[in-house]
C-alpha cells in the first residue's frame, strides 16, 4: 500500500484548512499592489514585514514560507534571558538543555547528541554557525545579548534555495537594534536565583551627519545551584550531590550605519561548569567545564541604483574556540589517578555574498547572488598525557542562486527558485523552491510551499577520531537532504485577530548519525537513516492598541524513523502555548504570562520523559518619562519537576531543569 504524504493528524489540518477557507468572507476588496511599487517603497514597508524569508523586505503575508516574529517589546515584558526561551514560545519550537548548553528542536527533530546543525542562525543576514561542528549557540554562549534585538525573525521550513547548507529545519535572522533605539546612555542590572547576577552598559545614537551607532557590553555570572542525580547516589559519589552548575559570561557589540555602509561587531566569552559527568567524567569534580569564544564582525553595502534595481554586498569574519576540560580516572586500582582531557576547538572563517534585487518586468521580482565561503582554519585536537587527535584543515565552498517572483493573476503570485553549492569535500547539490501564494480575499491568503534542502557533512563528523579507542573517522560522507511540502493558511478575521493554520509532511535522506561498526566496534558517522514526519500547526494572534497582546497555538507532530518504523527519541507529539500581555496600568505596569505544554518524549534508554507544563509570570514598570524600568520574573511559576531527554555522553536517561526561580531587573535611560 502506498503512502501518502498527508496522513493522521496532517489530515486534520488539511481538513480545517478547508473550513477556515470557506469561512472567509466572500467580499474580498481590492488589494494593494505590491508590484506597482518601486523598490524604495518596498525596503519602507514598516507593519507585518520580514526580511529573511526572500532576502528582501516583504509583507508576512506575501512570503512564500510560515513566519513568526517575535519583537523587542515582546522579549522585554516576558522577561526572556537568552535566545533559546525566545525560540521557545515560537509554534512548534521545542528546546533541551543538557546542562551545558541549550539547543533547540523543531517540528518534532531534535536528535539528542547532535549540534543542532540543521538550524542555520543569522545575526543581521550574518551566518553564525560555526565551522567544524556547524552548530549554532542558543543558550548563554550566543554572540548577542538579548536586550540587543530588535526582532527575531523565524522562518520554518527548508531555505537552502536562498542560504545553502545547515538551513533544512529553520532560518532564524536575529535582527539587532540600532542606536537611534536608545537615543543615549543605558545602564541595567538584574540579580536573580542561584547567586545569579548581570549588568549591561550600552550607548546609542544617531548623530546629525547621519551616523548611527550602538556599542554595549554585558557581564554576567551564577554560582548555580546543588543539584541531585539518583544515578551518582552512592557515597562513592557524594550520594548523587553536585555543585559543578556555575557559569560566568561577557558580551561586547558594536553596530554602526552611515549612508549605505552597515557594520556589526559581535563578541562573546562564556564558562560553564558541566555537572553531569559526561563521558564517564569523575562526578562532581569543578574542573569538568567549557570555554565558548565567539566574535562576528559583519560589514554590509547596500544601494538602490534605480527604482527598479538594489544592490546588497556583504562580507563577515567568524572566529570560534572552544574548549573543554574533562577530569577522568584512569586508575587500575583503588588508588585514583586523576587526569584532566583536554578538548579544542579553533574556527576561523570568512564569508563574502553579492546580490541583486531587481523589477525586469511589471510583474516580476528577481532575486539573484553569490555567496563564497572560505574556512581559513578548522583544527580538532583531544589530549591528556599524550595526544589522541590532531588535525588542521581549511576548506571552502561557494553558491549562486536565483528567485523570482511572478504574480500572474492580480490574487494569484508563483514563486520559483535553486541554488547550486559547491563544495571542494563532496562535491555541488541543487536545491530548488517552489510556492503558490493565492489571495483568497485581502485578509485569506493560501500557501502551498514546496522546497529542498541540504546540510554539508561538518569537518567533526568527517575527520574526528580518538586514536582507535572508541571512534574512527568515515571513509566518506554525503550531504543530507530534505524534502518539505506545506500548505499554510494565513487569516485576518480583524485588524486585531488572525490566524495560521498549517499542515507540513518533510522526507530527510541520508541523515548522518553515529553508528557501531561490527567490523571493529568503532562509532562512525554513516549516512544511515531516513526520516518521515507529518504535523500541523495552528496558532491565534491578536494585539490591541491597548497593549493587550495574546498568542495561542498548538502543534501535533508524528516523526518517525523509516528504518526502525519507530517515534524519533526527544520529539514530543503535542505542544501547546499561551503567550499573554496584559496592561495592569495604561502605559506604564505591564504583567507577561507563559502557560507552555510539551507532551512525553521518548529517551535513548527507550524511555518516557514526562511531559510537563511551565508557567513563568513578568511583570514590567516603565515611568511616565520612560527612562526608569523595573521587571521582575518568576520562571517555573508553579515549580514543576521535570526533565529532558538526555544525550548518548550521559549516564542519566533524563536530565532534570531548574524548578522555581526569581529574577529582579532594573533598567534606567539617561
Known amino acids: 500500500m502506498t503512502q501518502t504524504p498527508y496522513g493522521g493528524g496532517t489530515w486534520m489540518s488539511v481538513v480545517l484548512l478547508t473550513v477556515m477557507a470557506v469561512a472567509t468572507s466572500p467580499a474580498c476588496s481590492e488589494q494593494e499592489d505590491l508590484f506597482a511599487m518601486s523598490l524604495e517603497d518596498l525596503m519602507a514597508v514598516e507593519i507585518d514585514t520580514v526580511v529573511s524569508a526572500s532576502k528582501y523586505e516583504q509583507k508576512v503575508s506575501d512570503a512564500p514560507s510560515s513566519v513568526t516574529i517575535i519583537t523587542a517589546d515582546e522579549i522585554r515584558k516576558y522577561g526572556y534571558r537568552t535566545l533559546a526561551e525566545v525560540l521557545r514560545s515560537a509554534p512548534g519550537f521545542y528546546v533541551n538543555n543538557d546542562r551545558n548548553y541549550e539547543y533547540v528542536g523543531v517540528r518534532g527533530f531534535r536528535r539528542p547528541g547532535d549540534y543542532d546543525t540543521r538550524i542555520l542562525l543569522l545575526v ?38 536562498l542560504y545553502g547548507s545547515n538551513a533544512l529545519l529553520a ?179 570568512w564569508d563574502s555574498e553579492l546580490q541583486v534585487t531587481a523589477r525586469p518586468f511589471e510583474k516580476h521580482i528577481l532575486t539573484a547572488g553569490g555567496e563564497f565561503h572560505c574556512n581559513t582554519r578548522q583544527d580538532q585536537t583531544n589530549w591528556d598525557e599524550e595526544v589522541y587527535f590532531d588535525d588542521s584543515r581549511h576548506s571552502q565552498n561557494w553558491g549562486l542562486y536565483v528567485q523570482d517572483e511572478y504574480r500572474v493573476l492580480d490574487n494569484v503570485t508563483l514563486v520559483a527558485g535553486a541554488r547550486y553549492d559547491r563544495y571542494d569535500t563532496f562535491g555541488g547539490s541543487t536545491n530548488p523552491r517552489m510556492a503558490v501564494l493565492y489571495d483568497l480575499c485581502d485578509r485569506t ?77 568503532l562509532l562512525v558517522f554513516t549516512n544511515l537513516e531516513e526520516v518521515k514526519t507529518r504535523g500541523m500547526e495552528l496558532t491565534l494572534n491578536g494585539r490591541w492598541e491597548t497593549g493587550l497582546r495574546v498568542r495561542t497555538s498548538y502543534s501535533y507532530v508524528d516523526a518517525e524513523n523509516s528504518v526502525t518504523d519507530r517515534t524519533l527519541a526527544n520529539s514530543p507529539s503535542h505542544l501547546a502555548k499561551l503567550n499573554l500581555i496584559a496592561p495592569v496600568l495604561k502605559d506604564t505596569l505591564f504583567a507577561g504570562l507563559e502557560v507552555q505544554y510539551n507532551a512525553k518524549s521518548r529517551t535513548l534508554a527507550d524511555n518516557d520523559a514526562d511531559d510537563f ?37 550521559h549516564t542519566q536517561d533524563t536530565i532534570e531543569q531548574d524548578g522555581r526561580m526569581f529574577r529582579i531587573k532594573l533598567t534606567y535611560r539617561f
Open 613 to 649: 507544563i511551565l508557567t513563568n509570570l513578568a511583570l514590567t514598570y516603565r515611568s511616565p518619562s520612560k527612562r526608569l524600568e523595573i521587571a521582575a520574573g518568576l520562571y517555573n511559576l508553579f515549580d514543576v519537576k521535570y526533565g529532558y531527554p538526555a544525550f548518548g555522553e
Open 124 to 161: 543581521d543576514g550574518h551566518r553564525t554557525n560555526e565551522n567544524i561542528g556547524n552548530s549554532p549557540l542558543f543558550g548563554a554562549q550566543f554572540v548577542l545579548d538579548v536586550d540587543l534585538i530588535d526582532r527575531v525573525e523565524i522562518i520554518r521550513g527548508p531555505g537552502s534555495s
Open 445 to 521: 491568503t493560501l500557501k502551498l510551499l514546496y522546497g529542498r534542502a541540504f546540510r554539508a557533512p561538518n569537518a567533526y563528523e568527517l575527520y574526528y577520531h580518538d586514536g582507535g579507542y572508541s571512534q574512527k573517522a568515515p571513509l566518506s560522507l554525503d550531504p543530507e537532504t530534505i524534502d518539505t511540502y506545506e500548505i499554510v493558511l494565513e487569516r485576518a478575521f480583524t485588524e486585531n485577530l488572525s490566524a495560521s493554520l498549517s499542515g507540513f509532511y518533510y522526507v530527510m535522506d541520508d541523515l548522518i548519525g553515529q553508528n557501531v561498526d561490527p567490523d571493529d566496534d
Open 171 to 349: 532560518v532564524i535572522n536575529v535582527i539587532t537594534k540600532g542606536g537611534k533605539t536608545l537615543n543615549g546612555l543605558e545602564l541595567s542590572g538584574e540579580v536573580a536565583g542561584f547567586d545569579t547576577w548581570k549588568s549591561r552598559i550600552s550607548y546609542g545614537n544617531r548623530f546629525d551627519n547621519g551616523l548611527d551607532l550602538l556599542v554595549s557590553a554585558t557581564r554576567g555570572d551564577s554560582e548555580g545551584q546543588e543539584l541531585y542525580f539518583k544515578e551518582f547516589d552512592d557515597p562513592a559519589t557524594a550520594n548523587g550531590l553536585v555543585r559543578n552548575d556555575d557559569a560566568s559570561l561577557h558580551n561586547l557589540f558594536v553596530r554602526a550605519s552611515w549612508g549605505d555602509f552597515g557594520l556589526i561587531a559581535a563578541h562573546a566569552a562564556a564558562e560553564k561548569g558541566i555537572p553531569t559527568a559526561p563521558w564517564d567524567a569523575v562526578f562532581g569534580d569543578g574542573r569538568t567545564r567549557t570555554y565558548d569564544d565567539t566574535t562576528l564582525i559583519g560589514l554590509t553595502y547596500e544601494r538602490e541604483i534605480s527604482e527598479t534595481l538594489a544592490l546588497q554586498a556583504r562580507t563577515a569574519y567568524g572566529h570560534y574556540d572552544y574548549d573543554g576540560r574533562y577530569v577522568y580516572d584512569y586508575s587500575e586500582d583503588e588508588t585514583p589517578y586523576i587526569v584532566v582531557n583536554k578538548d579544542r576547538w579553533r574556527g576561523r572563517w
